[in-house]
């Protein structure tokens, strides 16, 4: 079993930046695909980027290319979203998850077996 705990959050101006934080525990983080999905008030939650278990794959939608990088240092367990050039519609919660594999819809919430809470991120206009 993983445990996901994001911070990071916070408030930004609008093209301001933002490096979130997924500390994981067990001994097995290595091991997994994990992905940063986000959720707005009133809205589905919604795919971010995935990164494989040894960071050589990474997968993006499409508003976050470019802007956003995922990555990770499995020494730490741990894993990164740094977000750049934020804008108001960018506000969600954001929460990491874990998967057992890179195959399949990663874009799809229900393949990850382990969730974070969650941390706030508001941009300001």
């Known amino acids: 079993q993983v445990q996901l705990v994001e911070s990071g959050g916070g408030l930004v101006q609008a093209g301001g930046s933002l490096r979130l934080s997924c500390a994981a525990s067990?001994?097995?983080?290595?091991?997994?695909?994990m992905g940063w999905f986000r959720q707005a008030p009133g809205k589905e939650r919604e795919f971010v980027a995935a990164?494989?278990?040894?960071?050589?794959?990474?997968y993006y939608t499409d508003s976050a290319k470019g802007r956003f990088t995922i990555s990770r240092d499995n020494a730490k367990n741990t894993v990164f979203l740094q977000m750049n050039n934020l804008n108001p519609e960018d506000t969600a919660v954001y929460h990491c998850?874990?998967?057992?594999?890179?195959?399949?819809?990663?874009?799809?919430?229900?393949?990850?077996?382990?969730w974070g809470q969650g941390t706030q991120v508001t941009v300001s206009s």
């Open positions: 067990g001994r097995t983080f290595s091991t997994y695909v």
């Open positions: 998850a874990a998967r057992s594999n890179w195959r399949g819809a990663l874009r799809e919430p229900s393949g990850y077996a382990y």
């Open positions: 990164i494989s278990w040894n960071a050589q794959d990474t």
